[in-house]
């Protein structure tokens, strides 16, 4: 163009070579437009997904995946996070801050993103299974004033073995390690867990059979933030030893002296 404007006689080559010829520039266009679409594309499907596991963290049994699955359904993550945040009030009222290796299993993650109740990820242990239950049933009889919804019709609904065993496989897919055998013996493990959290509740004397919803959501209420908690309490020691003798983290005094 420049050549022409300036009264050069010979076109510019680009415009000659390239731009001439439609079909091939058309071509040549799309591969380098591609380029940026491949080096975004090509690493996400050869690196690995997601955080390694922390040390000590393990997949959830079959029926804590059906309970995860329920409180997936139910919309449990409008209203919960999973997620403690790295400051005092936040360790002082739920425990470790959470970290990334915790979540390898979760699929998806279940972090939230605002609480109107309080977060769940240490929630395991907080409670006896028969608390879980009447609350869950009505969360206005063990927490007066709450906002929460009632779950009544998890006490009547059952769990399907068959359903289990469908979402096991498709988190196998995605890399959770879930053998065949371990897909195969589920129902039989659904029921031993199952039979377990019966036991406890009937010891409260609450009457329920081990296939209902509410069995499977305690078992998964039960089991968030019990693994790697050796693995956490180490690591906090460390950052704690680091943090007390690192020189930045003595307050910075004007002029120079500590
Ligand atoms: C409308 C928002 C809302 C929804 C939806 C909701 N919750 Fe809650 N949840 C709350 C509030 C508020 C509290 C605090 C008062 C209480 O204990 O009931 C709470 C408390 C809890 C607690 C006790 C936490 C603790 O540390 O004391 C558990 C466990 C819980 N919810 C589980 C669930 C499950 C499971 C579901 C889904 C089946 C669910 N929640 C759905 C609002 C909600």
């Given amino acids: 163009m420049s050549n022409e404007t300036t009264g ?6 680009h415009r000659r070579v390239l731009e001439g010829r439609l079909g091939l520039f058309a071509i040549l266009t799309t591969v380098v437009v591609s380029v940026g679409g491949l080096a975004e594309i090509v690493p996400m499907f050869s690196a690995k997904l997601g955080p390694e596991p922390l040390r000590g963290v393990t997949p959830y049994t079959p029926l804590e995946i059906a309970g995860r ?3 997936i359904r139910e919309g449990c993550y409008v209203c919960h996070s999973q997620m403690v945040r790295p400051m005092r009030s936040e360790l002082l009222r739920y425990g470790e801050w959470s970290r990334a290796g915790e979540y390898a299993y979760d699929h998806p993650f279940l972090l939230g993103s605002r609480r109107i109740g309080p977060d769940l990820q240490r929630v395991g242990g907080k409670y006896p299974d028969a608390w879980h239950y009447e609350h869950l049933r009505d969360p206005r009889s063990t927490s007066p004033g ?18 289990v065993q469908a979402s096991l496989r498709a988190l196998a897919k995605v890399g959770v ?3 065949e055998a371990d897909i195969a013996g589920a129902p039989a493990q659904l029921a ?7 036991r406890n509740l009937a010891a409260m004397g609450i009457r329920t059979s081990r296939d209902r919803e509410i069995v499977a959501v305690i078992a998964y209420l039960q089991r968030l933030g019990r693994d790697g908690k050796a693995t956490l309490a180490a690591q906090r020691e460390r950052d704690v030893a680091a943090v007390a003798t690192s020189p930045t983290s003595a307050p910075a005094v004007e002029g120079g002296r500590r």
């Fill in 8 to 13: 050069g006689r010979r076109e510019h080559w």
């Fill in 69 to 71: 699955d329920i409180y």
């Fill in 146 to 163: 709450s906002i929460m919804p009632k779950y009544g019709w998890l006490l009547e609904r059952t769990i399907d073995p068959a359903d």
């Fill in 177 to 179: 390690p879930y053998s």
């Fill in 192 to 198: 031993r867990q199952g039979d377990s959290i019966v």
